[in-house]
């Protein structure tokens, strides 16, 4: 059975930073990418950022390019969110998620409905 487990957020003064990792078990993954994905209540799932399993290819949704990096450890399982230069509007409850399906072209890893397996989620809130 496949678990994903969100680790690392917490509270932070605007400007700040915080690392969320996401650990994967349950299946060794070859394909396809893992994400990250953030939910303010009454608002729908958005698009953060989501790495292939090779490692080679990283996307990011334009509200968090040059402030967020993902990367992930092969061996672990384990795929990194650094955060930086936090904003109030980025509080919100973040997600990773599994979608195994390989990705061609532009737009890929950002519509929620594709992704496979979800962890719980965790609380990042910034204050101001």
């Known amino acids: 059975q496949v678990q994903l487990v969100e680790t690392g957020g917490g509270l932070v003064q605007a400007g700040g930073s915080l690392r969320l990792s996401c650990a994967a078990s349950?299946?060794?993954?070859?394909?396809?990418?893992m994400g990250w994905f953030r939910q303010v209540p009454g608002q729908e799932r958005e698009f953060v950022a989501a790495?292939?399993?090779?490692?080679?290819?990283?996307f990011y949704a334009d509200s968090v390019k040059g402030r967020f990096i993902i990367s992930r450890e092969n061996v672990e399982n384990t795929v990194f969110l650094q955060m930086s230069t936090l904003n109030p509007e980025d509080t919100a409850l973040y997600y990773c998620?599994?979608?195994?399906?390989?990705?061609?072209?532009?737009?890929?890893?950002?519509?929620?409905?594709?992704?496979?397996?979800w962890g719980r989620g965790v609380a990042v809130t910034v204050s101001s």
């Open positions: 790495i292939t399993w090779s490692g080679t290819t990283t």
């Open positions: 998620a599994v979608d195994e399906n390989d990705c061609q072209g532009s737009g890929c890893y950002v519509d929620p409905t594709e992704f496979h397996y």
């Open positions: 349950g299946r060794t993954f070859t394909t396809g990418a």
